[in-house]
C-alpha cells in the first residue's frame, strides 16, 4: 500500500509536467529582460529566482480565487531557455492533473501584476507574459469634478466677455463726449462777442462806398 502511495506521488509530478508544453491551450510564455532593465546590476537567472516567480504566481491565483490554496507545485513551468523564457500552466490545488482556465489564469496575473513586477525589479516591458496586454495606470480622479471646471471656464469667458463690452462702450462715450467739447470750443473761438466797449468791424458793405462816391461829385 505504502509503495502505491509514493508511486502515484511521483506520478502525479510526472504527468502534471506533461500538461506544460509550447503553446499550450491554457499556458502563458514568459519573457525576461533583466540586464536591460538593471545594467550592471542584473542579478543571474538560476533555480531560485525560478522558485520565486513560481512563488509569486501561487500568490497571484491565491489573492484572486478565495479559497483555493494554491503552492507552489501548482505551477508548473517547462521549455526554460537560457535568454530567460519559459512557458507556465496552472494546476488546481485538489486535482493536479486538471489545469486552470487561461482565462482564470490572466485575470489573476493582471489583479498582481504590480506585485510581481516588484518582485523582480522588472516592470511590464521587461517582464513580459506574452498574450496579456499590459496592465493600465489606474485613472486619476481629479479634486474638482470635470463638470465644475467646465462650468468656471465658461462663466469666465462669460465674465471676460461683459468687461470687454463695458469698457469698450466707456471707452466709446468718451470719445463721443471729447469730440462733442471740441466743437464748442472751436465754435466758441470762431464766433466772439463784443465785451467792455471792445470794436467789430463786421463786414465791408460796397453800396455805402458806391453812395459816398456820388454825393462828392
Not at 489573492?63 to 507556465?88: A, K, L, M, Q
Not at 485613472?139 to 463690452?165: E, H, K, S
Amino acid at each position: 500500500m505504502l509503495e502505491k502511495i509514493i508511486f502515484l506521488l511521483c506520478l502525479l509530478p510526472a504527468l502534471a509536467e506533461q500538461l506544460c508544453a509550447p503553446d499550450a491551450s491554457d499556458g502563458y510564455k514568459v519573457r525576461l529582460s533583466i540586464r536591460t532593465a538593471l545594467g550592471d546590476q542584473a542579478y543571474v537567472w538560476n533555480e531560485n529566482e525560478m522558485f520565486l516567480f513560481r512563488a509569486t504566481l501561487a500568490f497571484a491565483m491565491r489573492n484572486h480565487i478565495s479559497g483555493e490554496e494554491f503552492g507552489v507545485s501548482n505551477i508548473i513551468v517547462c521549455d526554460e531557455t537560457p535568454r530567460v523564457s519559459f512557458w507556465f500552466v496552472v494546476t488546481l490545488p485538489l486535482n493536479s492533473s486538471r489545469l486552470v482556465d487561461k482565462e482564470v489564469v490572466e485575470e489573476a496575473i493582471r489583479k498582481s501584476r504590480g506585485r510581481i513586477n516588484s518582485a523582480f525589479l522588472l516592470t511590464d516591458k521587461t517582464l513580459e507574459f506574452i498574450g496579456i496586454p499590459p496592465t493600465l495606470a489606474a485613472p486619476v480622479n481629479p479634486d474638482t469634478p470635470p463638470w465644475l471646471i467646465v462650468f468656471g471656464v465658461v462663466m469666465g469667458l462669460v465674465g471676460a466677455g461683459i468687461i470687454i463690452l463695458l469698457v469698450s462702450s466707456l471707452v466709446k462715450k468718451r470719445k463721443q463726449e471729447r469730440k462733442t467739447g471740441d466743437d464748442d470750443i472751436e465754435e466758441e473761438t470762431r464766433v466772439k462777442p463784443v465785451e467792455n466797449g471792445g470794436t467789430n468791424e463786421g463786414v465791408y458793405n460796397m453800396s455805402f462806398s458806391d453812395d459816398e462816391r456820388l454825393t462828392q461829385m
